[in-house]
């Protein structure tokens, strides 16, 4: 039976590849330290018997005894509020922590996956992103602590691959939403659920004209399995995600028409380095992965309205 570690496995995007990988039939090992994840992420998970949890820092040396096949390596805050709530966290697990686990991987001779993010292109000025676009960062900016340290946590997985011969792949992973995302975690959709939730306002940043591509989160599942177990894909680096562009202003209609709610839209401020379009160029991942998502963003978002009004 082969075996998967996956750090930040009780976060969002982690609890749900612990779940798949369970049912896939690999045995699971869940490294979190809960800083932005839940245990109720992974409570169904426990009673499996091919599934244990290490509560542990991964920015700190983690010890593991035994094999290991896959190492995923998902740990750090992901959401904008979060990042910035702990930045020097977030740059410590990018870094020590990336380090740690390549380090684990090097020694136990496993394959090495990274998860990145559309952050690393910064500010865009290129659209839609493809791979080889090296992005624009503000370097001393509020989102910098998570750009510039997914940027060295890239940097280092190419390195530790250049001298140590390594089976690593990067995953640079767009916008994803679904059922499990912290209903207080900032994001914008699980904001505009809980607002309309609640006959809240829907609080739109800026004028709403920025745009954003959504990905349900089981097609970012199925990229994160099919990059770690294709073959040959040493050194080789994705953009995963949702290519279908929407505003944020038609997002907050889309999920007020959605949820049949009649709260009104309100304009607050961008917030600072907000990129004004992201879109992902998957055609790689649909060429070498033979992956693009199924799921559309009206489909996803009534999935995801439907388990925030169940929980
Ligand atoms: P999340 O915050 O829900 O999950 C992150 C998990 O990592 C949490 O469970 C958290 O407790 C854990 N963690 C953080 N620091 C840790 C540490 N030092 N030691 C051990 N565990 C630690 O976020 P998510 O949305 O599930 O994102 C998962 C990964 O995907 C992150 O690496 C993120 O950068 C990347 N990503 C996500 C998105 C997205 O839209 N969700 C977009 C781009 C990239
Ligand atoms: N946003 C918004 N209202 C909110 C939360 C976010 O208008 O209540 C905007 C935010 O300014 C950004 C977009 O929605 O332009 C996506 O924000 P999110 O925090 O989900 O992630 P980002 O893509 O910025 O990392």
Same mark, same amino acid.
């Given at each position: 039976?082969?075996?998967?570690?996956?750090?930040?496995?009780?976060?969002?995007?982690?609890?749900?590849?612990?779940?798949?990988?369970?049912?896939?039939?690999?045995?699971?090992?869940?490294?979190?330290?809960?800083?932005?994840?839940?245990?109720?992420?992974?409570?169904?998970?426990?009673?499996?018997?091919?599934?244990?949890?290490?509560?542990?820092?991964?920015?700190?040396? /983690?010890?593991?005894?035994? +094999?290991?096949?896959?190492? %995923?390596? *998902? $740990? @750090?805050?992901?959401?904008?509020?979060? =990042?910035?709530?702990?930045?020097?966290?977030?740059?410590?697990?990018?870094?020590?922590?990336?380090?740690?686990? /390549?380090?684990?991987?090097? +020694?136990?001779?496993?394959? %090495?996956? *990274? $998860? @990145?993010?559309?952050?690393?292109?910064? =500010?865009?000025?290129?659209?839609?992103?493809?791979?080889?676009?090296?992005?624009?960062?503000?370097?001393?900016?509020?989102?910098?602590?998570?750009?510039?340290?997914?940027? %060295?946590?890239? $940097?280092?997985?190419?390195?530790?691959?250049?001298?140590?011969?390594?089976?690593?792949?990067?995953?640079?992973?767009?916008?994803?939403?679904?059922?499990?995302?912290?209903?207080?975690?900032?994001?914008?959709?699980?904001? %505009?659920?809980?607002?309309?939730?609640?006959?809240?306002?829907?609080?739109?940043?800026?004028?709403?004209?920025?745009?954003?591509?959504?990905?349900?989160?089981?097609?970012?599942?199925?990229?994160?399995?099919?990059?770690?177990?294709?073959?040959?894909?040493?050194?080789?680096?994705?953009?995963?995600?949702?290519?279908?562009?929407?505003?944020?202003?038609?997002?907050?209609?889309?999920?007020?028409?959605?949820?049949?709610?009649?709260?009104?839209?309100?304009?607050?401020?961008?917030?600072?380095?907000?990129?004004?379009?992201?879109?992902?160029?998957?055609?790689?991942?649909?060429?070498?992965?033979?992956?693009?998502?199924?799921?559309?963003?009206?489909?996803?978002?009534?999935?995801?309205?439907?388990?925030?009004?169940?929980?």
């Amino acid at each position: 039976m082969h075996i998967c570690l996956v750090t930040g496995g009780a976060g969002f995007i982690g609890s749900w590849l612990c779940e798949d990988l369970l049912k896939k039939g690999y045995k699971v090992i869940c490294v979190d330290n809960f800083i932005t994840g839940a245990k109720d992420n992974i409570k169904r998970l426990q009673d499996n018997e091919n599934f244990s949890l290490i509560e542990c820092d991964v920015s700190k040396v /983690l010890k593991i005894d035994g +094999k290991i096949d896959y190492i %995923f390596h *998902l $740990a @750090s805050p992901a959401s904008p509020i979060d =990042y910035q709530n702990l930045p020097i966290e977030t740059m410590l697990v990018n870094s020590f922590g990336t380090y740690n686990m /390549l380090s684990l991987a090097m +020694k136990k001779n496993a394959r %090495f996956l *990274l $998860a @990145s993010t559309s952050e690393v292109y910064g =500010y865009p000025e290129e659209h839609p992103q493809k791979e080889t676009y090296f992005g624009h960062v503000n370097t001393i900016g509020p989102r910098s602590c998570y750009d510039e340290s997914k940027r %060295f946590a890239e $940097a280092l997985t190419m390195s530790f691959r250049r001298i140590h011969k390594m089976d690593v792949r990067i995953a640079r992973i767009f916008n994803t939403f679904g059922p499990k995302m912290r209903k207080n975690d900032g994001r914008v959709i699980p904001n %505009f659920i809980i607002q309309t939730i609640r006959s809240e306002p829907l609080t739109v940043y800026g004028d709403g004209k920025q745009t954003r591509s959504f990905c349900y989160v089981s097609d970012m599942v199925d990229a994160l399995e099919k990059m770690m177990f294709t073959e040959k894909l040493d050194g080789e680096v994705f953009n995963v995600g949702n290519a279908s562009e929407i505003s944020i202003l038609d997002l907050a209609k889309m999920i007020r028409d959605l949820t049949k709610s009649d709260s009104e839209i309100v304009f607050k401020p961008l917030p600072g380095d907000d990129p004004a379009r992201r879109k992902p160029d998957i055609n790689k991942a649909k060429k070498m992965l033979g992956w693009e998502p199924k799921i559309d963003l009206k489909e996803g978002l009534r999935k995801t309205v439907e388990w925030f009004k169940a929980h």
